[in-house]
């Protein structure tokens, strides 16, 4: 066999052997990954401009004027005031103050304290008036915790968080809680459905104190809503460039011997 028509034959073999991989369900698996990383990547495009304009609503929330909580609230006031500031009125039922957790602060173990308040009406809701040390589990250490006299309460509106699938059931007949159930929580203390969190104020030095003292320390004037969609869409994105990359790589149509020795030809004619 001639050297010209081995090389027809070897071009022929290259040309068969390739089209066989380009067609096979190995490369269509292969073209799937790049495509799903950039669908997931526009998603997370799409997701990054509902979380900051959801964002700014909150911000927008936060910063307007407190008002007072109704009487009777409903599922969707709550909905649409979630994050609101609101001014509430009433005394603590201290018979069935409930400790959430544990919930460590900086590092520290504690506890989320929820206390019913009963208010002028006698309706009443839930309030997590903040964290406490473990140390001050029972009430008798931190008498400051329990005022007698009515209070007033400034507050975000806030929905219940729930549990994971890692969080253990809370046991309302023992009253332990490891999530802010509001179901039961609102059951076990006969209350509305309404949760609100107390804000801690700004000032430092009354932060020291209520921790030294075992007054809860309530949550901080701040949005506090994990953003994390950019790094997403860079990541998916990034994936489908890498995987593309490596598609067009594996799957380019390999050199037969002859179209080799045309470019080694053609290279050192061009070097001569």
Same mark, same amino acid.
């Not at 997403?232 to 994105?237: A, G, H, N, P």
């Given at each position: 066999m001639?050297?010209?028509?081995?090389?027809?034959?070897?071009?022929?073999?290259?040309?068969?052997?390739?089209k066989?991989r380009?067609?096979s369900?190995?490369?269509i698996?292969?073209c799937?990954?790049?495509?799903?990383a950039f669908g997931l990547g526009?998603w997370?495009v799409?997701?990054l401009?509902?979380?900051?304009?959801?964002l700014?609503e909150?911000? =927008?929330?936060?910063?307007?004027?407190p008002? $007072?909580?109704p009487l009777r609230?409903?599922?969707?006031e #709550?909905?649409?005031n979630?994050?609101?500031?609101?001014?509430v009125?009433?005394v603590?039922?201290?018979?069935k103050e409930?400790?959430v957790?544990?919930?460590?602060?900086?590092?520290?173990?504690g506890?989320?304290?929820?206390?019913?308040l009963?208010?002028?009406?006698?309706?009443?809701?839930l309030v997590s008036r903040?964290?406490i040390?473990?140390?001050l589990k029972d009430?008798?250490s931190r008498?400051?915790?329990q005022p007698?006299?009515?209070v007033?309460?400034?507050?975000?509106v806030?929905r219940?968080?729930?549990k994971n699938?890692?969080?253990p059931e809370?046991?309302?007949e023992?009253?332990?809680?490891?999530s802010? =159930?509001?179901?039961l929580?609102?059951?076990h $203390?006969d209350t509305?459905?309404v949760l609100l969190?107390v #804000?801690?104020?700004e000032?430092?030095?009354?932060?020291?104190?209520d921790?030294r003292n075992g007054?809860?320390i309530?949550?901080?004037?701040?949005?506090?809503?994990?953003?994390?969609h950019l790094?997403?869409?860079?990541?998916?994105?990034a994936?489908?460039v890498?995987?593309s990359?490596m598609?067009?790589?594996?799957?380019?149509?390999?050199?037969?011997?002859?179209a080799?020795?045309?470019r080694l030809r053609s290279k050192a004619g061009?070097i001569?």
């Open positions: 001639s050297a010209t028509v081995r090389l027809h034959a070897d071009a022929s073999v290259v040309g068969s052997e390739w066989s380009l067609y369900w190995k490369t698996v292969m799937t990954v790049p495509l799903l526009t997370q799409r997701r401009k509902w979380k900051l304009a959801l700014d909150v911000n =927008d929330r936060m910063h307007r004027r008002i $007072a909580l609230v409903t599922s969707d #709550i909905s649409q979630e994050y609101r500031r609101v001014i009125y009433g603590f039922d201290y018979n409930m400790l957790g544990p919930r460590s602060l900086e590092g520290e173990p506890y989320i304290l929820v206390t019913p009963v208010r002028e009406d006698g309706s009443r809701i903040g964290w040390r473990r140390e009430p008798k008498p400051l915790s007698a006299d009515s007033t309460v400034v507050a975000f806030r219940a968080t729930g699938k890692f969080t809370s046991s309302p023992n009253n332990e809680w490891y802010l =159930d509001l179901d929580m609102s059951k $203390a509305q459905q969190e #804000i801690q104020p000032s430092t030095t009354a932060a020291i104190h921790a007054v809860p309530g949550v901080p004037f701040q949005v506090d809503i994990r953003n994390n790094q997403y869409l860079i990541t998916w994105y994936l489908a890498i995987t990359g598609l067009f790589y594996t799957l380019r149509k390999p050199e037969s011997a002859a080799k020795i045309r061009r001569l």
